[in-house]
């Protein structure tokens, strides 16, 4: 007799075969299909967490009710904002929108983590204030320079600021929204965590004008870029009052990842080559000391030995980053590496033991993350290779089957038997439906590619200041 593992797993897999059988290619009819699904996927998910987590940060998934995560200021609603508009769902827009500039309040004495409030609430207004207009906000004169989103964007971001004041620029990884540089915090933050806010802080300059903000996050990863190592290796942990490395296993993974995500979507939202020329650089030493066969590993910053022979499901969001600089064949390689260790488990657990082919122990969850989804979806619309569609559909098939509660999608505690925890974290409905939705949905709007439609500085659209163009369709 099977156990109940054993069955889990075997229907799982039988799923996924059957899908990747379909080799000649998705039928349309399919594919609008799968489009569907993850649609009532997100609002499975969206109408549990508004019946019984809203106004708290996050959904429970198996007791039904909502717990405070990250900062107390409604996560999960103000980050799922920029979904309801790529599923054209303008009524629930609208009304969030209105629910946002009532009830949010950022003036707390709470501390929060800086580079969880910037990736989640800072970028959540600033998606949604850029979308006001498609979904059909009677946006305040001069929109996209002005409108309510905004002015709370750049409040949230000046509660912020006090993090950047240190001697290297490199902020802190905490900050109280109301007091500043909490007494006593460590001075001791990850890389990622010193390099993400380009994108955020830079949009947000554009927009407003006010160059601060773009100036800060600049100096943060330049700083970062400026203390590598003689082979142009970063390491994990930094002091951000010395630039002394305090861990100094590099890699693309966990506590690395999104600097170099955001050197790269940087360089094309805000014009700046400059930081695709650091890309380009760190990327050479990347697979020069990094990179075996079609893998990444963990090695030493200033020799290159190879420390942990380990793929991170974090580390998922590289073909994606190769995607967007046009090394497609790399790319293609390396997501389908990824994919067979999704096929392995159903899911791909947080560390994966390459040589051993096994999850680690304590090293086996799976938080329904977007990293791997994200690249199958720009790698998608750069081949429209069916093969990516069916890797989506399996994406789809395990999630469906093994962490759908009856109020959300559940946190997977454990890969080798689908046991799971009682989370949802805010990215399930902010990027993971999100990205699985637009690969299946193959006319949504968000796939302009630029060619057309106004943008600032075309006639009628207002120049925003701030030093440079921001180069973003104005919807």
């Not at 750069?382 to 890797?391: F, R, V, Y």
Request: hydrophobic letters at 40%; charged letters at 20%.
């Amino acid at each position: 007799m099977f156990s109940r593992t054993k069955c889990i797993l075997s229907v799982v897999c039988l799923n996924l075969c059957l899908l990747v059988c379909l080799s000649s290619g998705m039928s349309d009819q399919e594919i609008r299909r799968l489009r569907e699904e993850v649609r009532g996927m997100f609002y499975h998910a969206y109408d549990g967490y508004m019946r019984h987590a809203y106004p708290y940060d996050e959904l429970r998934p198996l007791s039904c009710d909502g717990h405070d995560t990250w900062g107390s200021y409604s996560l999960t609603l103000i980050d799922a904002l920029d979904t309801l508009a790529v599923m054209g769902n303008k009524t629930e827009f609208q009304w969030v929108v209105g629910l946002i500039l009532e009830r949010a309040n950022f003036d707390v004495n709470i501390n929060v983590s800086v580079f969880e409030t910037n990736i989640r609430i800072l970028g959540g207004l600033l998606s949604g204030h850029l979308m006001s207009r498609r979904m059909g906000i009677d946006v305040e004169e001069g929109w996209p320079c002005s409108g309510p989103l905004l002015r709370m964007a750049k409040d949230v971001a000046d509660r912020l600021l006090p993090a950047f004041d240190t001697p290297t620029g490199m902020p802190y990884g905490t900050v109280n929204l109301r007091e500043g540089v909490p007494e006593g915090e460590t001075p001791v933050t990850c890389t990622a965590g010193v390099g993400t806010y380009i994108v955020e802080f830079g949009a947000l300059s554009r927009l407003t004008g006010d160059p601060v903000y773009e100036e800060v996050a600049l100096r943060a990863l330049h700083a970062v870029w400026n203390h590598r190592s003689p082979i142009n290796l970063v390491g994990n942990h930094i002091d951000v009052l010395t630039g002394r490395w305090t861990a100094q296993d590099s890699g693309i993974g966990a506590g690395i990842d999104s600097y170099f995500e955001y050197l790269v979507k940087a360089a094309g939202l805000l014009q700046r080559p400059e930081l695709m020329a650091i890309f380009k650089q760190a990327r050479v030493a990347i697979e020069k000391h990094l990179r075996h066969e079609d893998w990444y590993l963990w090695a030493t910053m200033t020799k290159g030995y190879v420390t942990m022979a380990v793929f991170q499901s974090l580390e998922a969001y590289w073909p994606g980053v190769l995607t967007l600089v046009g090394d497609v064949n790399t790319a293609q390689r390396i997501v389908y590496n990824y994919h067979q260790v999704w096929r392995q488990f159903g899911f791909t657990p947080e560390f994966y033991n390459i040589p051993q082919s096994e999850a680690p122990n304590n090293r086996e969850g799976y938080p329904l993350r977007p990293e791997l989804v994200e690249s199958l979806m720009y790698l998608f619309q750069a081949t429209k290779d069916h093969n990516l569609l069916e890797m989506a559909a399996d994406i789809v098939v395990s999630i469906q089957h093994s962490a759908k509660t009856e109020c959300g999608y559940a946190t997977v505690k454990n890969v080798n038997d689908h046991t799971i925890e009682n989370r949802m974290e805010s990215f399930f409905l902010a990027e993971t439906t999100k990205y699985l939705y637009l690969i299946f949905d193959t006319d949504n709007w968000m796939h302009n590619t630029g060619g057309s439609g106004p943008h600032a500085g075309s006639e009628g659209a207002p120049v925003c200041g701030g030093g440079g163009r921001l180069c973003l369709q104005l919807r």
